[in-house]
């Protein structure tokens, strides 16, 4: 069988203080033509489906409305929950829906047990901290002391899926949204996943020895842990700028059996945005003009500009005249490299006059000296200050 993995969709998320309406009704379309032109037997979106545990009305809308479609096609869609959704939300009315083929594991509730799907089981874990496990090992009367971490907690929810009678029988498919590492190696990330530091949230990536294939969420760059088929599918738009050189994809497993043996295959399909996301580099004057080169469309992508310019003045309004989109601007300038460079002073001497403090003070601030013309200026002030100030007094 053949189906499409992607995950951290999302929904409600906004650039350039916008929100991404267009751009992920654009990308869902997309998706629903790669599952049905890849005739995959069906989706999965291993959690995140939701910028937020309360999303947007119109977010909401768009995933009711790309369900519902899904349903009306007749392709099944697996979905678990991700540290960004409330699962209570996302699952309202699963057990209904299943009823049409969308599967949503929202919380961990109840035996596990498979979504059968062309031969091929699939075990949807939600997003779970080790509370949840706890909780619900408990009421499973298991061993709800074994859970001290992340990594112990799925380890006791997929030994329940490992000890059934269904896990032996046929290909096993486990979708999960977790922080999955390699011995203590922690994936490739990106500032928009809200992780927290540590080793605490680690998984380790043979928690999931017996599966076939696991569909992964949570980290938004596609990529293998510890074995291939172990795989974050990653986000299909590139959520913040740290995101902007990855190479978004949707990933299409093939999963067949031959002489007794389950093989693997997978291909990775680019995501075209709607809008890109760009970073450009130069003076503002430079940036200007080489935006006023670009046709409608691609003035219309999400920019991150680093401007090089020492004296810059008015960059963001300049800049968003020809990038609406204008997402961040950082500089790199004589300013910026002096304070990288700590070039402070060790102590500052009080016994000093004034003006040559202030001459320190300008070149800590701008990266250079006082012109000539701009000292006589600062000592002409300085002369005023001193007299005339010193009367007022
Ligand atoms: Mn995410």
Redesign the pocket.
Request: with cysteine; hydrophobic share 40%; proline share 4%.
């Given at each position: 069988m053949r189906f499409v993995h992607t995950s951290?969709l999302?929904l409600g998320r906004k650039l350039a203080q916008m929100p991404l309406e267009q751009d992920c009704k654009y990308l869902l379309q997309q998706l629903k033509d790669l599952v049905e032109r890849s005739e995959s037997q069906a989706l999965v979106v291993a959690g995140?489906v939701y910028e937020s545990q309360n999303p947007a009305e119109a977010a909401v809308r768009m995933w009711d409305r790309f369900i519902t479609s899904m349903a009306e096609a007749h392709i099944p869609v697996l979905v678990v929950s991700?540290n960004?959704d409330s699962g209570a939300r996302l699952s309202v009315g699963s057990d209904l829906i299943a009823l049409s083929g969308i599967h949503i594991a929202g919380e961990l509730e109840g035996t596990l047990k498979p979504v059968v799907i062309d031969g091929v089981n699939f075990w949807l874990i939600p997003f779970v901290r080790p509370t949840d496990v706890r909780s619900w090992a408990s009421e499973q009367g298991l061993d709800a002391g074994s859970v001290i971490n992340y990594d112990t907690a799925l380890r006791l929810v997929l030994d329940t899926a490992r000890a059934t009678e269904a896990f032996g029988q046929r290909p096993n498919v486990c979708v999960a949204h977790q922080f999955v590492t390699n011995s203590g190696i922690k994936p490739e990330q990106s500032d928009s996943?809200h992780l927290s530091l540590g080793t605490l949230d680690n998984v380790d990536y043979r928690v999931f020895d017996g599966f076939d294939y696991v569909a992964l969420g949570?980290i938004?760059g596609p990529q293998r842990m510890g074995r291939d088929e172990v795989r974050y599918a990653g986000?299909p738009l590139k959520l913040s700028s740290s995101e902007i050189r990855q190479n978004k994809s949707f990933t299409v497993i093939g999963i067949s059996e031959r002489d007794g043996e389950t093989r693997v295959k997978f291909r990775l399909v680019p995501v075209k945005p709607l809008r890109d996301f760009r970073l450009e580099r130069g003076s503002v004057e430079d940036l200007v003009a080489s935006a006023k080169q670009e046709d409608e469309h691609a003035r219309e992508d999400f920019i991150h500009a680093i401007v090089t310019d020492d004296d810059p003045v008015d960059v963001t309004a300049r800049l968003r005249r020809v990038w609406p989109n204008l997402e961040q601007v950082e500089f790199d300038n004589a300013i910026t490299r002096a304070a990288a460079e700590e070039k402070l002073p060790a102590e500052i001497d009080l016994e000093k006059n004034m003006i040559d403090l202030f001459h320190e003070f300008f070149q800590m601030q701008t990266g250079k000296p006082l012109a000539d013309d701009e000292a006589k200026l600062v000592s002409d002030a300085f002369e005023k200050v001193l007299t005339e100030g010193g009367d007022a007094a």
């Amino acid at each position: 069988m053949r189906f499409v993995h992607t995950s951290d969709l999302h929904l409600g998320r906004k650039l350039a203080q916008m929100p991404l309406e267009q751009d992920c009704k654009y990308l869902l379309q997309q998706l629903k033509d790669l599952v049905e032109r890849s005739e995959s037997q069906a989706l999965v979106v291993a959690g995140d489906v939701y910028e937020s545990q309360n999303p947007a009305e119109a977010a909401v809308r768009m995933w009711d409305r790309f369900i519902t479609s899904m349903a009306e096609a007749h392709i099944p869609v697996l979905v678990v929950s991700g540290n960004h959704d409330s699962g209570a939300r996302l699952s309202v009315g699963s057990d209904l829906i299943a009823l049409s083929g969308i599967h949503i594991a929202g919380e961990l509730e109840g035996t596990l047990k498979p979504v059968v799907i062309d031969g091929v089981n699939f075990w949807l874990i939600p997003f779970v901290r080790p509370t949840d496990v706890r909780s619900w090992a408990s009421e499973q009367g298991l061993d709800a002391g074994s859970v001290i971490n992340y990594d112990t907690a799925l380890r006791l929810v997929l030994d329940t899926a490992r000890a059934t009678e269904a896990f032996g029988q046929r290909p096993n498919v486990c979708v999960a949204h977790q922080f999955v590492t390699n011995s203590g190696i922690k994936p490739e990330q990106s500032d928009s996943e809200h992780l927290s530091l540590g080793t605490l949230d680690n998984v380790d990536y043979r928690v999931f020895d017996g599966f076939d294939y696991v569909a992964l969420g949570h980290i938004h760059g596609p990529q293998r842990m510890g074995r291939d088929e172990v795989r974050y599918a990653g986000s299909p738009l590139k959520l913040s700028s740290s995101e902007i050189r990855q190479n978004k994809s949707f990933t299409v497993i093939g999963i067949s059996e031959r002489d007794g043996e389950t093989r693997v295959k997978f291909r990775l399909v680019p995501v075209k945005p709607l809008r890109d996301f760009r970073l450009e580099r130069g003076s503002v004057e430079d940036l200007v003009a080489s935006a006023k080169q670009e046709d409608e469309h691609a003035r219309e992508d999400f920019i991150h500009a680093i401007v090089t310019d020492d004296d810059p003045v008015d960059v963001t309004a300049r800049l968003r005249r020809v990038w609406p989109n204008l997402e961040q601007v950082e500089f790199d300038n004589a300013i910026t490299r002096a304070a990288a460079e700590e070039k402070l002073p060790a102590e500052i001497d009080l016994e000093k006059n004034m003006i040559d403090l202030f001459h320190e003070f300008f070149q800590m601030q701008t990266g250079k000296p006082l012109a000539d013309d701009e000292a006589k200026l600062v000592s002409d002030a300085f002369e005023k200050v001193l007299t005339e100030g010193g009367d007022a007094a």
